[in-house]
T-cell receptor, first 116, second 114 residues
Framework: AQTVTQSQPEMSVQEAETVTLSCTYD???????LFWYKQPPSRQMILVIR??????QNATENRFSVNFQKAAKSFSLKISDSQLGDAAMYFC?????????????FGKGTKLTVNP | GAGVSQSPRYKVAKRGQDVALRCDPI?????LFWYQQALGQGPEFLTY????????KSGLPSDRFFAERPEGSVSTLKIQRTQQEDSAVYLC????????????FGDGTRLSIL
C-alpha cells in the first residue's frame, strides 16, 4: 500500500523568509500524482500545488514551488517570501492515475507558523 | 462558482444514535470522495463514487458506515449506532472526471459522540 510521510510535525518561519516542508512517499507505481494541500483552522483543504510524476520539470505556483525527486520518492514544498496568511497545516498527498482506487493518501501534516 | 457544501458543520450525538452527513459537490463533478480526519491527523479515505456508482468502499471502518449518492449528485454518509471513536471531522471532496484533476474539498462536518 502507498504511504506518505511528513517528518516535520511543526515548522516555523519569519515573515518574508523561505521555508521548505518535506514529504516522502512509497509506491511501486511509475505514474502517479502528488499534491500539497493547505488546511487553515477553518478546515477547508485548499490545493496549493500539484505534480505529475511523468513530468521532470518541477511545478511552480507563484511563491510556491516543489522539488520533486522521483528516484528518491521525495516531494518537498518551498514557500518563498512567507506571509502571515501562509500559516496553516500543510498536507502532502499521493494519488494513483489508473487501475486502482482514485483516492488520495495523505501524510500526517506539518503545522507551519509564520512569525511577524 | 459554488464550492463543495457540507452540512451540518457541527454535529453532536449520543453514543448509539444514528447520524447522517450531507455533501453537495460542485455542479458537474463526476467523482465524489469521503474522508475521515481524526484530530491532529491527515484525512483518511472512506469511500469513492463515480456518478451514482460506489466504486470503492474499502476505507469504511465497519458495516455501521454507509454512503450513498442515488442521483449522482448529493451524497449522504450515514453512521449507525455511533461510538466514541467515530468522533472526527468528515470531509467530502469532488472532482471533475479526469484523475489528474485535483479534488476540491468542503469545510467538513465535525462529529462529536458523547
Amino acid at each position: 500500500a502507498q504511504t506518505v510521510t511528513q517528518s516535520q510535525p511543526e515548522m516555523s518561519v519569519q515573515e518574508a523568509e523561505t521555508v521548505t516542508l518535506s514529504c516522502t512517499y512509497d509506491t511501486s507505481e511509475s505514474d502517479y500524482y502528488l499534491f500539497w494541500y493547505k488546511q487553515p483552522p477553518s478546515r477547508q483543504m485548499i490545493l496549493v500545488i500539484r505534480q505529475e510524476a511523468y513530468k521532470q520539470q518541477n511545478a511552480t505556483e507563484n511563491r510556491f514551488s516543489v522539488n520533486f525527486q522521483k528516484a528518491a520518492k521525495s516531494f518537498s514544498l518551498k514557500i518563498s517570501d512567507s506571509q502571515l496568511g501562509d500559516a496553516a497545516m500543510y498536507f502532502c498527498a499521493y494519488g494513483e492515475t489508473q487501475g486502482g482506487s482514485e483516492k488520495l493518501v495523505f501524510g500526517k501534516g506539518t503545522k507551519l507558523t509564520v512569525n511577524p | 462558482g459554488a464550492g463543495v457544501s457540507q452540512s451540518p458543520r457541527y454535529k453532536v450525538a449520543k453514543r448509539g444514535q444514528d447520524v447522517a452527513l450531507r455533501c453537495d459537490p460542485i455542479s458537474g463533478h463526476v467523482s465524489l470522495f469521503w474522508y475521515q480526519q481524526a484530530l491532529g491527523q491527515g484525512p483518511e479515505f472512506l469511500t469513492y463514487f463515480q456518478n451514482e456508482a460506489q466504486l470503492d468502499k474499502s476505507g469504511l471502518p465497519s458495516d455501521r458506515f454507509f454512503a450513498e449518492r442515488p442521483e449522482g449528485s448529493v451524497s449522504t454518509l450515514k453512521i449507525q449506532r455511533t461510538q466514541q471513536e467515530d468522533s472526527a471531522v468528515y470531509l467530502c471532496a469532488s472532482r471533475q472526471g479526469r484523475v489528474n484533476q485535483p479534488q476540491h474539498f468542503g469545510d467538513g462536518t465535525r462529529l462529536s459522540i458523547l
